[in-house]
């Protein structure tokens, strides 16, 4: 099995592409002509990325697989739209976030709370490790929940700008061209989304007496 | 500091240093400037835990099972007529705009289309010149008496009330009245006198084809005020204005029912008036005659 690095930055990433070495255009016009195997190895190549990103917009493992099959039913019904200009990873990440802003338009201010509630004990029994000290664990848990909370409450720029380049790890040239601006206006718009960040997790952290 | 020394600052906080960044950060070695970084790097350290998510279990088999459930979107048909439609609302919105020159033109026209449409109701269909034809006997009957213009008006004010003073037929429907009174036909239809009938009574009248023939005298004793309704508002301005509504029964009941009455397919009866009272009413006598039993003419 050959590996080779991540289409975005590649820094700890690797994608294994038995699936062929097919690109994603050449895919994308397999698929497009009723190759279902070509959509499932760009869903296979793919799943990963939009997964990653939902995780962070809703903060379960059943959600969020949600969400991913839901970007992808909608790819697959769009495959027509899509055009070569732009990469397919950029098409697939704007279906994701129109999705996730659409979804977090429609669901209720109640809903949110409870799941949030239900992703902060979840969260806590399932990623905390067994050998940790369990306070630690859950202190830990509460800490992602308010920066995921931070995210999303985020303007929807800086909400994309955050999870691109620090969770998804893109490359800014990925992230200039989703935005369609230049690098480094994407530089840019990163600073001032990780500013905006900070000061909205600082008044957080103050009142739960974390530290920053 | 500066919003640049800011921006180096996060830049060294994210491990994303650009040439310049380390001195600009050295340079600004203040307390509140150490605890902003370090704020920094405690952010991303938050960020970055954040990537340690539980591992995606989704297959493809239940991608398309669901793509399969789902199915594809249904393919929008544009029906055939929507284009046309499209292309009739745009030549009506093109006309809307061009209209402002035709609404100033048109406006009289606009004003004047309710009496058109009272018009046209009036207009003498055959069953109404029957209806009417009742009347005829009576204006005819007090013509000679020379009180044409007061019955006249006491019979039709409606029918005078609805003309309209600017309507303009098309010229090519004016009839000839003076070749209808030259011609033959017409002349040997009316009766010299009515007195020959009765000789009796000046009060003898007939109606059908004899009316026919008196309603054409009317037209020529200058009843030109009824007759734009028939022959246009040119002529109105000719008549005398007598007898207005005298002219108006007569002629439309002469042009209906003449033909009707000369056909001879159907029993036609004339009505003689012969000049005596009825004593039960104190109204003239009328006797209903079959039409072949009279002779006209002196």
Redo the contacts between chains.
């Keep these: 099995m050959r590996l080779e690095p991540s289409p975005f930055g590649g820094k700890s990433r690797e994608f294994d592409t038995t699936f062929g070495a097919d690109t994603d255009d050449a895919l994308v016009n397999r698929a497009r002509s009723g190759d279902?195997s070509a959509f499932?190895i760009l869903?296979?190549r793919h799943?990963?990325l939009v997964?990653?990103y939902a995780?962070?917009m809703a903060p379960r493992?059943d959600d969020?697989?949600d969400i991913?099959?839901e970007v992808?039913?909608r790819a697959?019904?769009?495959l027509h739209r899509y055009r070569d200009e732009a990469k397919f990873t950029t098409w697939l990440l704007r279906i994701t976030a129109n999705y996730g802003t659409d979804r977090a338009r429609m669901s209720t201010r109640r809903q949110n709370l409870e799941q949030q509630e239900a992703a902060g004990a979840l969260t806590w029994m399932?990623?905390g490790s067994g050998e940790d000290d369990p306070i630690e664990n859950l202190e830990?848990a509460r800490?992602?929940a308010m920066?995921?909370e931070a995210i999303q409450n985020l303007p929807e720029n800086h909400r994309n700008a955050?999870l691109f380049r620090?969770?998804q790890?893109m490359e800014y040239d990925q992230i200039a061209e989703y935005f369609g601006c230049t690098v480094g206006g994407a530089k840019l718009r990163v600073?001032r989304a990780?500013?905006a960040?900070?000061d909205r997790?600082?008044p957080l952290l103050s009142e739960s007496g974390g530290?920053? | 500091m500066t919003n640049k020394d800011f921006d180096a600052l996060i830049r060294s906080a994210f491990q994303e240093e650009e040439a310049g960044d380390r001195e600009l950060v050295a340079g600004e070695a203040s307390e509140a400037m150490k605890k902003e970084a370090q704020a920094y790097a405690t952010l991303r350290e938050d960020l970055h835990a954040l990537r340690d998510i539980p591992e995606c279990q989704m297959s493809t088999e239940r991608l398309r099972e669901a793509i399969l459930a789902r199915g594809m979107k249904p393919k929008r048909v544009i029906p055939w007529w929507q284009p046309a439609f499209a292309m009739a609302a745009c030549a009506a919105v093109a006309a809307l705009a061009l209209a402002p020159g035709m609404k100033s033109a048109g406006m009289p026209e606009k004003t004047e289309s309710p009496l058109v449409a009272t018009h046209t109701v009036a207009e003498p269909t055959q069953p109404l010149a029957l209806e009417e034809s009742s009347i005829a006997p009576m204006t005819s009957q007090m013509a000679p008496q020379g009180s044409s213009a007061n019955t006249g008006a006491a019979v039709a004010p409606p029918l005078t009330e609805r003309r309209p003073e600017t309507r303009v037929r098309p010229s090519n429907r004016r009839p000839n009245r003076f070749a209808r009174l030259e011609s033959p036909a017409r002349d040997s239809a009316r009766p010299a006198s009515l007195d020959s009938i009765n000789p009796g009574s000046a009060a003898a009248a007939l109606v059908g084809a004899a009316a026919d023939s008196a309603a054409f005298r009317s037209e020529d004793a200058g009843t030109g005020a009824a007759m734009p309704t028939t022959f246009g508002a040119a002529d109105a301005g000719t008549g005398s204005g007598g007898g207005a509504g005298f002219a108006m029964p007569g002629n439309q009941m002469s042009r209906a029912g003449a033909p009707q009455n000369k056909s001879g397919a159907e029993p036609v009866t004339v009505i003689v008036i012969p000049g005596g009272v009825d004593p039960a009413t104190g109204a003239p006598v009328a006797q209903e005659v079959d039409k072949r039993e009279v002779v006209f003419g002196g």
């Design positions: 279902f499932e869903f296979e799943r990963n997964y990653r995780y962070q493992r969020a697989e991913v099959q992808f039913i697959y019904q769009n399932t990623v830990q800490r992602k920066v995921r955050i620090d969770i790890e600073l990780r500013r960040l900070k997790l600082m530290e920053f």
